[in-house]
């Protein structure tokens, strides 16, 4: 199966349907694509990044139905195995093909992929590829999410192809963006979990793509944006400074203490007019907590105290908070314990990329005296103050 996206400019890629999980980490919802572009130019031809090796075969007859017979670029904008894993058999089928790749990802490729140095030629950022009539221009992209991405662009058309930056894991027979809510929704989720950690260089990358016209973005996952404006507001939105008036809570409770104190925080908030999501860690989606963390000003744990210190759920929590760096402001913990521990300590000790004000956490003995309560309403009035202010 190909779509053509314009004249001698084709989608070639696959879409993985059932895929339940990426990176083993990832919860894929809606499953992925891994898309994949051929351009046949005046006199030669190029394809921009390959997939999945699982479906080599499919790919491999997408160029076929195409009637692809000579392949004298492979342009790999990003190492990962899931855009540049099919290069090796798309060079036993095309030997003449030279691939393609920035600076950084040339020793990365023959790394990961059995694939021989002088197979490789490194593009420099800014150097144009001539293909008779069609003209790429390479565009260094770095840490969109590894270090050595790159985004490659279609001058004669416009168009931006820039691998998993503005991606979405999202496999749907719509080949351009129909459903603007829901690849919003997918393209936040994406962003969120690769992204994020990213973001003040997401920030500069962005800023050096104004200067190209840009009319469409096709990305190596998820639908193609032809009206890109959609994508490239909501990302200089997500990695922007501001932050929303939102309380995240992520907490996890063995015999209902801890619950009963989240559960009055909760609704003390609402009483409030403040907006709050709270994820029970049990039996979260970590991508819906990764998206709310995307905007919010303030994320308050939840945890018992166990064997000295937070609930396990908890520190995996905390764990993937820091590593994906959001721009929090402010932070706590409320909690229980039985006789002692360092629960509070050893939860804050997980999270030092978090640039965040501390609220003084609350932890009950058990399931909470009245003075325990009025201490959340003291947090509820500090975290009120610091919302007005925003
Ligand atoms: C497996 C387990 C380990 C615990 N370890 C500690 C501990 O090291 N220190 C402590 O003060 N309490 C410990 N506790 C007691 C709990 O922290 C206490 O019962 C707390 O109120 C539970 O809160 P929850 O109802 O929100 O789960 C432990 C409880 C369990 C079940």
Known sequence: MFRKITEDVYSVGVIDWHRKLFDELIPLPDGTSYNSYFIKGGKKNAIIDTVEPDFEQDFLDNLDQVGVEKIDYIISNHAEQDHS????????????????????????????????????????????????????EFIYTPWVHWPETMSTYLQEENTLFPCDFFGSHLATSDLYVEDEQEVLKAAKRYYAEIMMPFRK????????????????IAPSHGPIYDNPDMILDSYNDWVSDEVKPEVVVPYVSMHGSTKDLIKYFISSLIDEGIKVKPFDLTDVDLGDLAISLVDASTVIFGSPTVLTGPHPSA????????????????????????????????????????????????????????????????????????????
């Open 85 to 136: 894993g099919t290069i090796p058999l798309l060079l036993e089928k095309f030997p003449e093909a030279e691939v393609l790749c920035s600076a950084k990802a040339k020793p990365m490729l023959l790394d990961l992929l059995d694939v021989e140095e002088d197979q490789i030629r490194i593009v420099e950022d800014g150097e144009t590829l001539d293909l008779g009539e069609k003209t790429l």
């Open 201 to 216: 260089i997401i920030k500069k990358n962005l800023a050096k793509l104004e200067d190209y016209e840009i009319e469409m």
């Open 315 to 390: 520190v995996y929590a905390a764990y993937l908070t820091n590593v994906l760096k959001p721009k929090t402001r402010y932070a706590s913990i409320i909690g229980s314990y039985g006789w002692a521990g360092r629960m509070t300590d050893k939860l804050l000790d997980l999270m030092p990329n978090l640039k965040v004000d501390l609220y003084d956490p609350v932890v009950a003995k058990g399931h909470g005296a009245d003075e325990d309560y009025q201490e959340i309403d003291r947090l509820v009035e500090e975290i009120k103050n610091d919302l007005e202010k925003l």
